[in-house]
């Protein structure tokens, strides 16, 4: 239902994609029922992206509370939160957003102390909350970004500021993050060039330079069980291609240094390829698909994409 007149509100955006394991109690269910924020009315809305397993009903019979919406196909990560973003902002005028990825879990209090520091924050564009990869290993998964060596590589920051509530952070991670409306109707949603990946750090350098602040609330929990350490091919092309894409727009100095290291790996692998030893390794091959898409992508990512906020026309449909 659209908001009350003069009330706050707050969409929490989820989105699925083959995840029936996680349509239960332990992950959706927990994000449901501790999202609690005195003072402001809350709306759950679900995107299924293309799934073809049971999610959507699933979710419809264990979950009628939630607006689901579902594509036709999967649109990636990127598109599939921007049409959430436009769907709620258009639907409720939220507030805030909070996003979250089908294999979290949320602890009580999560979201109120993310709105708290955020009221209490008027520059804050971005607050993730502290990401654990437990509940059962307490293990930080992300408390923001850092990025490393010449061509700066992401990675996410796996320590806290000791003696400290919060840290300011350069980027972070999008997994019970909330995201201030006001900013993002400014900036605009996420970059769709990037699809997957780095996506989120884009959109921290965008706040940013707008003057915004991004922050890393240390006492707002939520759960992420991922193994960081295996990554298919598939993901590991889009880290590889989307990282000189970052730098071809918010660092001129650091895009040359990925190019030039970019061109130099694939020298080197084209030269593979002609002496044939490439055929049955496919991590170099995604390598060298990677590395010349992310070359061509990023000449052309400093043109103008549309990132608005305002309601766009999308195929997608209501699933209830």
Not at 70 to 99: C, H, M, P, Q, W
Not at 172 to 177: L, Q, R
Not at 181 to 187: G, L, S, T, Y
Request: with cysteine; glycine share 4%.
């Amino acid at each position: 239902m659209p908001r009350a007149v003069n009330s706050k509100h707050i969409s929490i955006l989820l989105l699925l994609y083959n995840g029936e394991k996680y349509i239960n109690d332990a992950y959706v269910g927990s994000i449901i029922k501790n999202t609690k924020v005195p003072g402001y009315a809350i709306d759950f809305v679900f995107l299924d992206n293309g799934s073809t397993d049971n999610t959507v009903s699933k979710v419809l019979k264990q979950y009628p509370m939630v607006h689901l919406l579902k594509t036709f196909k999967n649109t990636l990560y990127g598109e599939g939160v921007n049409t959430l973003i436009r769907y709620a902002y258009r639907t409720y005028k939220s507030d805030y957003f909070i996003i979250f990825d089908q294999d979290a879990k949320a602890p009580a209090g999560y979201a109120s102390a993310l709105v708290q520091f955020a009221t209490q924050h008027p520059e804050a564009a971005f607050v993730q909350p502290l990401i654990l990869n437990g509940p059962k290993n307490n293990d930080i998964y992300s408390a923001g970004h850092r990025y490393v060596g010449k061509t700066k590589s992401c990675f996410p920051l796996q320590h806290t500021k000791p003696h400290r509530r919060y840290s300011e952070i350069k980027s972070g991670s999008i997994m019970g993050t909330l995201l201030k409306a006001e900013a993002v109707k400014e900036v605009g949603v996420l970059d769709p060039i990037f699809e997957i990946y780095y996506e989120s750090s884009d959109w921290c350098f965008r706040f940013r330079k707008a003057g915004y602040k991004c922050y890393c609330l240390y006492e707002a929990i939520v759960y992420h069980e991922r193994d960081q350490k295996k990554s298919s091919n598939l993901q590991l092309y889009y880290v590889f291609r989307n990282k000189i894409i970052l730098w071809a727009k918010h660092d001129t100095a650091t895009y040359q240094a990925c190019r030039a290291e970019y061109q130099r790996e694939l020298d080197s692998l084209t030269t593979a390829y002609s002496t044939g030893r490439l055929v049955n390794n496919s991590y170099d091959q995604m390598k060298h698909f990677a590395l010349s898409d992310g070359v061509a992508l990023a000449a052309q990512a400093t043109r103008k994409r549309n990132t608005s906020i305002k309601f766009q026309p999308f195929s997608c449909v209501h699933a209830k």
